[in-house]
């Protein structure tokens, strides 16, 4: 049974930072791309960053770039983001989500198991 907890989210001001984390269990996660997403209010789920399973490849939201870092360890099955100069319109629901194969997607059709997402909130 796939599970995925996701921790580190909260209230920040603008500009500032958060590092949400996601550990993963019941699957061989150094097999397996993951990514994470994001929800606000009134929106539909969007890719913000994914990385594939040995953490050589990333790819990132325009919206994020040069802000998001997103990356793994392998042998404590977790996978992060690090979230620098925040903005009011980074506040969503932050989801992490598991691919069962080794290659990036930036869908969440392709992936097959969530967490339960966490609130992000900046304010300005």
């Known amino acids: 049974q796939v599970q995925l907890l996701e921790s580190g989210g909260g209230l920040v001001q603008a500009g500032g930072s958060l590092r949400l984390s996601c550990a993963a269990s019941?699957?061989?996660?150094?097999?397996?791309?993951m990514g994470w997403f994001r929800q606000a209010p009134g929106k539909e789920r969007e890719s913000v960053a994914a990385?594939?399973?040995?953490?050589?490849?990333?790819s990132y939201a325009d919206s994020v770039k040069g802000r998001f870092t997103i990356s793994r360890d392998n042998a404590k099955n977790t996978v992060y983001l690090q979230m620098n100069s925040l903005k009011p319109e980074d506040t969503a629901v932050y989801y992490c989500?598991?691919?069962?194969?080794?290659?990036?997607?930036?869908?969440?059709?392709?992936?097959?198991?969530w967490g339960q997402g966490i609130q992000v909130t900046v304010s300005s």
């Open positions: 019941g699957r061989t996660f150094s097999s397996v791309a």
């Open positions: 989500a598991l691919k069962n194969s080794g290659l990036i997607a930036t869908v969440p059709r392709a992936y097959n198991y």
């Open positions: 990385i594939n399973w040995s953490g050589d490849r990333t």
